[in-house]
C-alpha cells in the first residue's frame, strides 16, 4: 500500500486577481495523479476560501468558470457579506 501523499500541480493561471476594488486569489489546482480533475479555489482578503464542488476538465476551463461567476456576478460575489443573526441567549 502506497502512503505516500501525491504531489499537488498548481497551474499557472493561478494568482492574484484586482477587479472592481476587490483583490482574490485563485488557485486552481490537481493532484498529480489526476490530470483531468482541476479544482478551483477563490481565497478572499479576509482569508475565506470558495471553492467549487465540480472539477474541470483543464486548468483553463476552470480559470474560464472563474471569469465567467465574475461577469456574471461580479467580484462582491467573493466578499463576506452575509449577515451574521445572533441567537436569542
Same mark, same amino acid.
Given at each position: 500500500?502506497?502512503?505516500?501523499?501525491?504531489?499537488?500541480?498548481?497551474?499557472?493561471?493561478?494568482? +492574484?486577481?484586482?477587479?472592481?476594488?476587490?483583490?482574490? %486569489?485563485?488557485?486552481?489546482?490537481?493532484?498529480?495523479? %489526476?490530470?483531468?480533475?482541476?479544482?478551483?479555489?477563490?481565497?478572499?482578503?479576509?482569508?475565506?476560501?470558495?471553492?467549487?464542488? %465540480?472539477?474541470?476538465?483543464?486548468?483553463?476551463?476552470?480559470?474560464?468558470?472563474?471569469?465567467? +461567476?465574475?461577469?456574471?456576478?461580479?467580484?462582491?460575489?467573493?466578499?463576506?457579506?452575509?449577515?451574521?443573526?445572533?441567537?436569542?441567549?
Amino acid at each position: 500500500m502506497d502512503d505516500e501523499e501525491p504531489n499537488l500541480v498548481i497551474s499557472r493561471l493561478s494568482g +492574484t486577481i484586482t477587479r472592481d476594488d476587490v483583490t482574490v %486569489d485563485v488557485q486552481i489546482y490537481r493532484l498529480e495523479r %489526476d490530470p483531468q480533475e482541476w479544482s478551483l479555489e477563490v481565497i478572499n482578503d479576509k482569508r475565506t476560501s470558495i471553492v467549487w464542488e %465540480d472539477t474541470f476538465p483543464s486548468d483553463t476551463s476552470a480559470y474560464d468558470e472563474f471569469i465567467r +461567476t465574475v461577469e456574471e456576478e461580479g467580484m462582491n460575489c467573493f466578499l463576506d457579506t452575509a449577515k451574521i443573526i445572533p441567537f436569542k441567549r
